[in-house]
Every structure is written in C-alpha cells, then in structure tokens.
C-alpha cells in the first residue's frame, strides 16, 4: 500500500489566493483526519469524516476553510482566500474505524506558505 | 486548560538512559491513549497505545496509563541517538487530540 499521498508537497502562494490541498487515504480506511500543524500550536484537528461524511468540523478555524470528500478515495482541503497567518504544514491522516480510537496513518505533509 | 498537556523539553539525555515523556489529559472520558513520533520534517508515526489501567511494553518502549490521575507516559530504555525525536501525545474520547509534543535529544 502506498500509504496515505498528499500533494502538493509543497505550496507557495499570495495572501488572498485560493489553496486547495488533496488527500488520497489508505484503501480500505473509513476515517479521515484533516490537520494543521505549526510550532505555536502544535498539531490541531481541522476537521474529520468518517464513511465519507464530516462528523466534527469544530476546528475548522473560520469560514474560509473548506473540506470536501466527495467519494472514499479522495478530499480536498480549500482555503479562500488565504492570508498569512495559514502558513502551516496541513497534515491528511485515515484509520479504519469510527472515531479516533484507532491507529491514524499520516500523509507526508503540505507545507504551505502564505505571503 | 489545554485538553492534552506536555512538558515541550527540550529533554536531553545520554545514550542508554531510560528518557521518559510525560502527559496529562483533562477529559475523563477519554479513552484511547496514544504515543507518536516526529522526526524533524516528518509526519508523526505511531509507536505505542494504550487503553487499561497499567504499564504496556513493546521492546524499549513501555506506556503506562493512570486514569485515576490523568495521566499517561512513555519510557524509552536503553535509548538511542536515533530516538531523537518529538514525541506526540493523543488523546481520544469524544474527540481526539494531540499535545504539542516534548523534544527529545540523546547524546552519544
């Protein structure tokens, strides 16, 4: 299995500019975890699905976060527009399960940088 | 009150001594208890859990879950200048969530 694969690895982009990240998650997984990670803050829950459905977005920071998952295989993370303080690495996890009560399996990472 | 406390360190420590990594958690529902690791650059990775009461090993590692007091560690024996590293804690319940992690050196 090739684990679960994010692109892009890497994003830069103009404060006000659309960001959309991509998750693929591990075949078979039910849950996926969306996260935001930097030094301040540590690793904050974003938003999950389980079975394709959001079931807690109370970490979505404002409107301007989006995330979508419109088949078992694929999500989106979107930020409109962005702004500076965004500048994090967003981190896609999955698990087989209904909650966090299973081992979560981590993307490499996006690290994105807002100008 | 963060829902998941850690020490953020740095804690440095020889190579071949016991390192270990402490966590506290405010929800006493919690349920599930996890240690991941995180290579500088890298995404966490799971390297213990835990759900009952008591001490949990595997190779080096050893967890231990205090309920009672709300309390969750992770010892690291004989360690390695490769467990150099920052190491997560999480927490599920009726949500999920992850301390910001204590940095760990080991010195050769």
Known sequence: DAGVIQSPRHEVTEMGQEVTLRCKPISGHNSLFWYRQTMMRGLELLIYFNNNVPIDDSGMPEDRFSAKMPNASFSTLKIQPSEPRDSAVYFCASSFGASGGYEQFFGPGTRLTVL | ?108
């Not at chain 2, 990594?21 to 799971?46: A, H, I, M, V």
């Not at chain 2, 001490?55 to 879950?65: H, I, S, W």
């Not at chain 2, 690291?76 to 150099?84: A, E, L, N, T, V």
Request: charged share 15%.
């Open chain 2, 1 to 108: 009150q963060k829902e998941v406390e850690q020490n953020s360190g740095p804690l440095s420590v020889p190579e071949g001594a016991i390192a270990s990594l402490n966590c506290t958690y405010s929800d006493r529902g919690s349920q599930s208890f996890f240690w991941y690791r995180q290579y500088s650059g890298k995404s966490p990775e799971l390297i213990m859990f835990i759900y009952s009461n008591g001490d949990k090993e595997d190779g080096r590692f050893t967890a231990q879950l205090n309920k009672a007091s709300q309390y969750v560690s992770l010892l690291i024996r004989d360690s390695q200048p490769s467990d150099s590293a920052t190491y997560l804690c999480a927490v599920t319940g009726n949500q999920f969530y992850f301390g910001t992690g204590t940095s760990l050196t080991v010195i050769p």
